[in-house]
């Protein structure tokens, strides 16, 4: 690699690093934006199953409840037909069979109407239920207006900032000659902004492996290098 104007080199190296991290970090915050959205809409969408299963829930209990009154009803007509029919028995035999009967359907009809209150107060403390669901997805569809809201505001700054940093980077890049350009992008097309590393303490920051003497006394001249661990061009920070 060529060593001229060494000490420049490294300067745009560790520049053209700079840049790499702050777009990496830009395009990241960008792509963050969309997901952001998706996660608060698959929320939504979740919440309002959650109150679809609720009012079903609900509806089932109501359903339920119904049926059990009509049930009572039905018994009690019964009742009162057995107590029509006290005045028609002629022996004072069935006149006692048939008021055990009824006192029995009585008792019968007694615990059944326990039944009904009991479901009643079940569905009145259900409603909560209901309640609370529905506020969830009440604030489940704020927060997605919310991101969405954000994400919008965001974006065109961090583009404008990209599309900023993207023509530095090509500025940037013409300080590099030729023979270490050719280098330098095929790395950044294979690590993006791991395409660069500083040497600190004679280790390569992006492996933490320590770099040759050879390679060190090179880079510390300002000879750009490559790690023999992970590849990426070594340059020497401020
Ligand atoms: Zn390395």
């Not at 939504?44 to 609720?54: D, P, S």
């Not at 059990?68 to 028995?89: A, M």
């Not at 294979?190 to 920051?205: H, I, P």
Request: neutral net charge; contains cysteine; proline residues 3%.
């Amino acid at each position: 690699m060529s060593s001229t104007t060494p000490n420049a080199h490294t300067s745009v190296l560790r520049t053209l690093h700079r840049i790499h991290r702050q777009l990496t970090d830009l395009r990241e915050r960008l792509a963050r934006g969309p997901k952001q959205i998706q996660a608060a809409e698959a929320n939504v969408q979740n919440c309002e199953h959650a109150l679809q299963q609720t009012r079903a829930e609900a509806k089932a209990m109501r359903v339920a409840s119904d049926q059990k009154q009509l049930q009572l009803k039905s018994r009690e007509d019964k009742v009162k037909d057995l107590r029509r029919k006290l005045n028609t028995v002629s022996s004072n035999r069935e006149y006692q069979v048939l008021l055990e009967q009824i006192a029995a359907e009585e008792m019968t009809n007694s615990v059944l109407a326990d039944e009904v209150l009991e479901a009643l107060d079940k569905i009145d403390a259900f409603q909560k239920n209901v309640a609370e669901a529905e506020a969830v997805l009440a604030a489940g569809k704020q927060r997605t207006q919310e991101v969405r809201a954000e994400v919008a505001r965001q974006a065109p700054s961090l583009k404008t900032e990209i599309a900023r940093l993207e023509a530095e980077l090509k500025q940037e890049e013409t300080g590099l000659p030729e023979d270490i350009l050719q280098v330098y992008h095929r790395i950044v097309r294979q690590k993006g902004e791991d395409a660069l590393a500083a040497v600190e303490n004679q280790c390569c920051s992006g492996c933490n492996q320590q770099v040759t003497l050879n390679v060190y006394s090179h880079i510390m001249m300002g000879t750009p290098m490559l790690c023999r661990s992970c590849g990426r061009l070594l340059y020497v920070p401020e």
